[in-house]
């Protein structure tokens, strides 16, 4: 079992920036590919980026390629989406996901992650 909690979240104007920290305990943190996906109301949930189990794959949707950093952490056990020039488009809950594999890449689909934080809210005004 693997639990995550995610941290930072908040209010930011447009062209702001926040960080997003996941937590990962109860597993080895090293096997387990990371996912950062959201939801904004009304809208299905989507991925945003994700980072392979041993960090040398990482993957964005378009939507946020060139914006947002995925990274990690092995010391801390702790993935981060670094987020830069927002936009009030970017508005959702984001949620991080987590799963234990040994597959070479990045996880983009959500019904492939077991393990899901609760999530942490962001607002972009305008």
């Known amino acids: 079992q693997v639990q995550l909690v995610e941290s930072g979240g908040g209010l930011v104007q447009a062209g702001g920036s926040l960080r997003l920290s996941c937590a990962a305990s109860?597993?080895?943190?090293?096997?387990?590919?990371m996912g950062w996906f959201r939801q904004a109301p009304g809208k299905e949930r989507e991925f945003v980026a994700g980072?392979?189990?041993?960090?040398?794959?990482?993957y964005y949707a378009p939507s946020v390629k060139g914006r947002f950093t995925i990274n990690r952490d092995i010391s801390k056990n702790t993935v981060y989406l670094q987020m830069n020039s927002l936009k009030p488009e970017d508005t959702a809950v984001y949620y991080c996901?987590?799963?234990?594999?040994?597959?070479?890449?990045?996880?983009?689909?959500?019904?492939?992650?077991?393990?899901w934080g609760q999530g942490t809210q962001v607002i972009v005004s305008s």
């Open positions: 996901a987590g799963q234990e594999t040994r597959r070479v890449g990045v996880l983009i689909s959500e019904y492939e992650y077991d393990y």
């Open positions: 980072i392979s189990w041993s960090g040398g794959s990482t």
């Open positions: 109860g597993r080895t943190f090293s096997t387990i590919a």
